[in-house]
């Protein structure tokens, strides 16, 4: 993620917070359980390898941010998610709890 202006927040499951400042980036590894927060106005580029689809996208219940509504109107705007493969036959290497990792701001 790279925050363009303002500031994010991410919020590790452990507590720990790493800020990301307006010019600065974070690489966030596969399976890094994090919650973002925005303190105020924020801009921010997200760069998804592989790209982004709503099937594959891994959010919690509970503390999501996108709503019902919202994550329709995801799919809708992707194709509705005809090309990506659903999220039960994803790659295994995406969604395997690994050991705890952090992100990398840059």
Not at 21 to 45: D, I, M, Q, T
Not at 50 to 60: I, M, T, W
Not at 88 to 94: G, L, P, S, V
Request: glycine share 10%; proline share 8%.
């Amino acid at each position: 993620v790279i925050c363009n202006e303002g500031a994010i927040e991410l919020v590790h499951s452990d507590g720990l917070r790493e800020r990301v400042e307006a010019g600065e980036g974070a690489y966030l590894p596969a399976n890094l359980r994090v919650k973002w927060s925005f303190p105020g106005p924020c801009s921010y580029a997200v760069v998804c390898v592989p790209a982004f689809s709503p099937e594959l996208a891994a959010s919690e219940e509970g503390g999501a941010i996108v709503d019902a509504e919202a994550a329709e109107s995801l799919r809708k705007l992707h194709g509705g998610g005809g090309s990506a493969a659903p999220a039960a036959e994803a790659d295994e290497t995406t969604m395997t709890p690994s050991a705890p990792q952090t992100a990398s701001v840059f």
